[in-house]
């Protein structure tokens, strides 16, 4: 049954050509939490049994942003319909895609990718360092999770 579902999720996700579609599964996360009783930021390992994108190219009718951008590619997470990663750039000829940070991603950190070895690493740094004052006035208690997350993808 879960097998049907990433078909289902796969055949839905895109409407681009087979050759530019990458399935990607996470196989390992980790980041550090703000632990209040200790009163300390501690290292966790995070579940990713329920991390897996498509990466395809976005269609020219596509449009993700209020601010007019061309977006080359699209890291759809399964079970969401806006991409958790949007980036500007094709792959470069080592074959890497970089998906910088943004708001039309909903800041949801960065995406890397390489279609020589079809692995990917996600990276989210936030939440350590950043005091926004209108989010977190101090940094920690009210802090965000910072974490990296890496796996291997499938050409479909």
């Known amino acids: 049954m879960k097998c ?3 078909i ?3 055949t839905i996700v895109s409407n681009t050509s087979l050759a530019d579609q990458y399935l990607c599964i996470a196989e390992e996360s980790t980041g550090f939490f703000f632990n209040e009783k ?3 930021w501690e290292t966790s390992k995070f579940q990713t049994d329920h ?3 498509v990466v395809s190219q976005v269609g020219p009718e596509e449009v993700y942003s209020f601010v007019p951008r061309k977006w080359s590619y699209k890291v759809v997470k399964h079970g ?3 991409p958790s990663f949007l980036c500007e750039e ?4 080592p074959g ?3 998906c910088p940070n943004s708001e039309a991603s909903n800041n949801q950190g960065d995406f890397h990718f390489n279609n ?3 692995r990917f690493l996600i990276a989210n740094p936030f939440g350590y360092f950043n005091v926004l004052p209108s989010i977190n006035k101090i940094t920690d208690e009210t802090s965000a999770t910072p974490f990296m997350t890496i796996g291997k993808c499938s050409r479909f």
């Not at 094709?90 to 000829?93: A, E, I, M, R, S």
Request: proline residues 0%; without cysteine.
């Open 4 to 6: 049907l579902g990433i």
């Open 8 to 10: 289902v999720f796969l």
């Open 38 to 40: 200790s009163n300390k």
């Open 51 to 53: 991390l897996k994108y």
């Open 80 to 82: 969401e319909n806006w």
């Open 90 to 93: 094709d792959f470069n000829k």
């Open 96 to 98: 890497y895609l970089s």
């Open 116 to 118: 020589k070895n079809l």
